[in-house]
């Protein structure tokens, strides 16, 4: 039998090497947006120099306006793709022949299609 303690304790190490891992990240990307805000806005705009804090603000209105509040992949997204597996399962196979010649420019009668528009 496995040791249950183990599994907990390499869980909680994982958890806290990603949230280390985050904050590193977060830090970096703000740090390079202000070096880049104080290069190009007051030489381009006139604008002012900003400091880290203010890098950091500005990434989290950025997201708030441009991402919503939810989180990186959506609330939504397996709904999104449970509707749509529901609808390509919905399609009859001479459906999906067409989806897949239109969008991905192959599939069964992607050669026939081919050979069409070549004189």
Known sequence: MRN????VVRGVAR???????VVV???VFSWAVMLLWNYVVPALFH???IGYW????LLVLSRILFG???????????WHRHAWRERWESLTPEERTRLR??????GPGASATEER???
């Open 4 to 7: 249950p303690v183990g599994w």
């Open 15 to 21: 958890g806290v090497a990603i949230a280390a891992a």
């Open 25 to 27: 990240f977060v830090g």
């Open 47 to 49: 604008g002012p120099l």
């Open 54 to 57: 203010q890098a950091l603000a």
């Open 68 to 78: 919503g509040l939810r989180g990186w992949r959506g609330a939504h997204g397996h």
């Open 101 to 106: 010649e239109r969008f991905c420019g192959h």
């Open 117 to 119: 528009a070549q004189p």
